[in-house]
């Protein structure tokens, strides 16, 4: 019997900043921001038809002004897809969190409430597990940030995974920063280096720009890193076909 081929899933992502789907440069989103249309439903259904296995949204007004005013948006999108979304933005508390789910989100990725408010973080995780929740990071200049990227938190990114695994994390979302919509390229010696430490599943998010760029990171499977976050380089058509996530998920590409 053959032993089942490891793929890399490549995850679409929705930023929604002021109710429409933007460009996000290093993580702000006023920074040479870029609309991509004022109907990110209509966003999510065009990935859901090129075949996408699951959505990365990102609400830039719930991380920076704990606002609800993009709620609607993520709820229709939950309702107009039948693929699972993962959530992240404003998440401080147990409270957001099931308001979140009730929106019909699938899994939340958490960063700030982790690295701030780590007892309140481990009751999350201790009611929903790591199916629901997973962590995520923001890394600039090897440093951990945090309230949207806004504020360096002081704290070692290798020891945090480290301590984050120990509780029962088993997969963490590696943004770098400064790589993060730029189109420069994308930093993965860094997610290799964190699956390595960590021992849990990463998700490389940030800076991936074309193809032979996607092979690289296949190339990470056996260390850990088996999923990535793409946005830029896909509404900017930066591949030479719009449907490469369905070969990469087969593995023809090697």
Not at 227 to 248: D, H, M, T
Request: proline share 4%; glycine share 8%.
């Amino acid at each position: 019997m053959n032993p089942i081929k490891k793929h890399l899933l490549v995850i679409p992502s929705i930023d929604i900043h002021n109710r429409k789907t933007v460009r996000v440069v290093q993580g702000i989103p006023e920074l040479d921001c870029k609309e991509y249309g004022d109907d990110p439903v209509e966003m999510a259904m065009i990935w859901r038809a090129e075949n996408a296995k699951m959505l990365h949204v990102v609400d830039f007004n719930g991380a920076f002004d704990r606002t609800k005013v993009n709620h609607d948006i993520v709820k229709n999108i939950c309702n107009s897809v039948i693929i699972p979304i993962e959530f992240a933005g404003g998440i401080r508390s147990i409270e957001d969190a099931e308001a979140a789910f009730d929106l019909g989100v699938y899994r939340l990725a958490i960063n700030t409430m982790a690295l701030e408010n780590r007892t309140e973080f481990i009751k999350l995780f201790e009611k929903f597990g790591p199916t629901k929740i997973v962590l995520s990071i923001d890394i600039i200049n090897g440093d951990l940030v945090t309230r949207g990227r806004k504020k360096i938190s002081g704290l070692n990114y290798l020891t945090f995974t480290k301590e984050m695994a120990a509780i029962g994390i088993d997969r963490v979302i590696v943004t770098d920063v400064n790589k993060n919509g730029v189109m420069q390229g994308p930093n993965i010696a860094l997610s290799k280096e964190i699956a390595g430490y960590s021992k849990i599943k990463v998700t490389h998010s940030g800076g991936l720009r074309n193809k032979d760029e996607l092979l690289d990171l296949q190339e990470l499977l056996p260390f850990g890193v088996d999923s990535v976050i793409i946005g830029r380089a896909f509404y900017e058509n930066r591949f030479p076909c719009q449907k490469l996530w369905r070969v990469a998920e087969s593995g023809l590409f090697n």
